[in-house]
């Protein structure tokens, strides 16, 4: 593994940081160690013991902790799992030593105003200098505030995504008592606007969810049309970008249809990104941006208990959630100072590196018999679905199954996905029948799965020699 820089950079960092605090008595004075309630000698031999229990303890933590697919490595290369950066880690680690809560700015002064500045950037990638918006502890929270706020603009009107869009926003318009209807998604998994046409006329939609970057295929709804749609029709925009959101910044490397969607994402009503998905950030960081300040109104409430230090705006004034995760806020304040959100820098070159080795992925499953890539078109992100070439789908599907474990064995780690058979299959050769196929899926979400895409190709291809025998 390669060296980790992690422990030597927050050491320095945490040596500054209590600096920080320097005029405060030392809590050792005396001999005394409050945290144990014991003082002089008795407190070292404690200390000591305390410090040699805790090591154990993590021993037995990292031992339990090797039982986990190898996340951080390329040779992951299955769910949306990417590993936090270094900066991220070590500005989250050295946030515990304050462990702020950013509900209001008397519990995480620094931390909040770290928040508004790194929410700034998030949305600068949109175009947007007015805006209200903040960090949430998931994308389905972010997704909860902005439908939240869609059935408050237009009571009992619906809500419309597409059959692609995450599971949980039919969940979430179940939680807030809004009716969901699901639109079917073409070839691409894209939404179809046909069909999206067919519920607009029905004249009750209050809000569309657009996925910039669907779960399973990292489709991207053609949200230029849908905006389109808006103006004959009348309706909110909802942007689901929790995983797709920062490829804005590289708009121009994706493929027209994608452009033409991610160039149009400033118009939407509300945004959702995830950095804790493509922005490098560990869990627990989600986002939520809406177009206009005004919806701040629906957020008001009083609060005894908080909101005393400062007569600026507290950031649980505007939010749903209470207490939340100073640190998290201020890892991702440290990864944008490193890696700031511009088209053309690192933070958007390693996006690219994803993108083409997607794309290599699927140039070379289209050039091998064993394998049937979308029939549609190239992938649109950086997420590759794909078939096992068989005489009918439910061979194909016990095919992709027995191909996704032989990998494992093999160090490299897929996903599966179940989609519609008919959409796989080169043009010339017999696509498969109607019906549900199990496919093998890959998320090539970091920078290293292009230079290791040589490796995964060889895995890939040895896997299913193990099942298919060639
Ligand atoms: C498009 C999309 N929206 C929402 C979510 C939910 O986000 P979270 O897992 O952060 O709650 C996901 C998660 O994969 C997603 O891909």
Redesign the pocket.
Known sequence: MPHDCVPELLARATEALEEEFGALPDTHANGENPSLGIAGDEAELDEDASAEAMAAVLEATAHRLGDNYPYFHPLYAGQ?LKPPHPVARAAYALAMKINPNNHARDGGRASSAMEVEAVREIAGIFGWTEFLGHLTS???FA?LEALWMAGQLAPGRRIVGSEHA?Y?HQRISGVLKLEFASVAADERGRMRLEALEEELRKGDVGTVVA?L???AMGAVDPLDEILKLKERYGFRVHV?A??GGYFRLIADALDEPARRAFSAIGQADSIIV?P?KHGLQPYGC?CVLFRELAVGRFYKHDSPYTYFTSKELHLGEISLECSRAGAAAVALWATQRLLPLKPGGEFARGLAKGRRAALELDRRLRGDGRFEALAAGSPELDIVVWALQAADLRKASEQARRVFDACARRGLHLALVQLPGSWFGTPGRVKHERGGATCLRSVLMKPEHEAWMGEIWNRLGAGCGDVVGV
């Open positions: 949306m998931s994308g389905t997704n995450h949980t996925t970057g669907t779960t689901d929790a995983y995830d804790h989600g």
